[in-house]
């Protein structure tokens, strides 16, 4: 069974940085893209960033483009999302995915994907 697993959340102060993991097990398939989503209390679910397996191309929502980077690790299997200039704002579960390969050519906030880890607490205090 395919397994995600996010790690490196906690409480900062505004301004600084974070990086969160995401490690992956159980995979029989090839990747399409991995990707970041968050969900703030009372909000819905916000696309964060993403990465295509197969070209490197990143891929990121509005609010964070130019703080957040999106990386990854073939190897391992593992994506990073490397948060700096970190805001009240951001504060919320992030959560990391996997979208199994379809030959998918471009990533959006709207694209499916396949699996979910059960998320990582950030809280950036001001």
């Known amino acids: 069974q395919p397994r995600l697993v996010e790690s490196g959340g906690g409480l900062v102060q505004a301004g600084e940085s974070l990086t969160l993991s995401c490690t992956t097990s159980?995979?029989?398939?090839?990747?399409?893209?991995m990707g970041w989503f968050r969900r703030a209390p009372g909000k819905e679910r916000e696309f964060v960033a993403a990465?295509?397996?197969?070209?490197?191309?990143?891929y990121y929502g509005d609010s964070v483009k130019g703080r957040f980077t999106i990386a990854r690790d073939n190897a391992k299997i593992t994506t990073y999302l490397q948060m700096s200039s970190l805001m009240p704002q951001d504060t919320a579960l992030y959560y990391c995915?996997?979208?199994?390969?379809?030959?998918?050519?471009?990533?959006?906030?709207?694209?499916?994907?396949?699996?979910w880890g059960r998320g990582t607490q950030v809280t950036v205090s001001s």
């Open positions: 159980g995979l029989y398939f090839n990747i399409d893209a």
């Open positions: 995915a996997l979208r199994v390969e379809r030959g998918t050519t471009t990533i959006t906030p709207g694209t499916l994907f396949d699996y």
């Open positions: 990465i295509d397996w197969n070209t490197n191309r990143t």
